[in-house]
């Protein structure tokens, strides 16, 4: 297996919120980290144009992404028109296959933003597609389907304000300076909450957060999540077996 991670989430910042501690954890464990998202985020703005914000926010990632030695790949689509078609499926199984990571982090199924839950749903498929022939891109297929991980959704609840079901935490409290570092280089969206709610709300809620579910495990900080156990994933706890106690499985 190589040490190859690939996170890819919706919009710059995704990453950043639900598992930048825990990409920090493999990186220290000599894994390679690559970062990507299906839209640049232009529609995080309350002043710039698309061009503008979609340039600004690109170069934040990057940013945020150099902080683990991480590359950051952007698909090019657009915030809140994220579609699962046999386009956006195509382009992520292509990036899949450039990067040929064997451990993949995705959103919740079921998160506040319906962008979440499609490049969810287009990431399962991807991967799964991985090592399927006559699928119309040119890249050569891989095997095996790389490990899956569902990260937390925002304030870990569904849309219906449910709890989400997680079945591990990682604590990420030796890594919460990296995450909030990694934060702060999405500046565009850290001056806008300070604009907004006059304190720095970007940083403050991601470490609520964070310490919301450490309680969970008895530690300081941590980030939830549960794998794809879906026909045609390997079955055993790939990220348990890399980061040993560094991972606490829960029951639901
Ligand atoms: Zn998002």
Redesign the pocket.
């Known amino acids: 297996m190589e040490k190859i991670v690939l996170g890819i989430?919706?919009?710059p910042?995704?990453c950043e919120?639900v598992c930048a501690g825990t990409l920090s954890l493999l990186k220290n464990a000599g894994w390679t980290v690559h970062i990507a998202t299906l839209a640049p985020?232009d529609k995080g703005t309350a002043e710039y144009n698309r061009e503008d914000i979609t340039r600004i926010r690109k170069a934040e990632a990057a940013e945020a992404a150099k902080l683990l030695d991480a590359t950051y790949h952007c698909l090019d689509y657009e915030?809140v028109y994220i579609m699962y078609d046999r386009h956006s499926v195509n382009k992520t199984t292509s990036l899949i296959r450039q990067v040929k990571p064997s451990l993949v982090f995705t959103?919740n199924p079921s998160d506040y933003?319906v962008?979440?839950e499609t490049t969810s749903k287009i990431v399962q498929t991807a991967c799964f597609s991985t090592g399927i022939m006559n699928l119309e891109i040119p890249e050569a297929i891989y095997e095996p389907v790389p490990f899956l991980y569902y990260c937390d959704s925002m304030e870990a609840k569904d849309i219906l304000g449910r709890p989400i079901y997680t079945t591990m935490f990682a604590d990420i409290s030796s890594e919460i300076s990296v995450k909030e570092k990694m934060l702060t280089c999405h500046a565009s969206q850290r001056n806008w909450l300070l604009t907004h709610h006059k304190m720095d709300e970007y940083v403050h809620s991601m470490k609520r957060f964070g310490e919301q579910r450490g309680k969970e495990i008895n530690v300081a900080f941590a980030e939830g999540f549960r794998q794809h156990l879906g026909h045609g994933y390997a079955q055993n706890n790939f990220l348990k077996e890399i980061l040993g106690d560094a991972i606490t499985l829960v029951k639901n």
């Open positions: 989430f919706a919009h910042d995704d919120i985020g915030d959103h933003m962008d979440h």
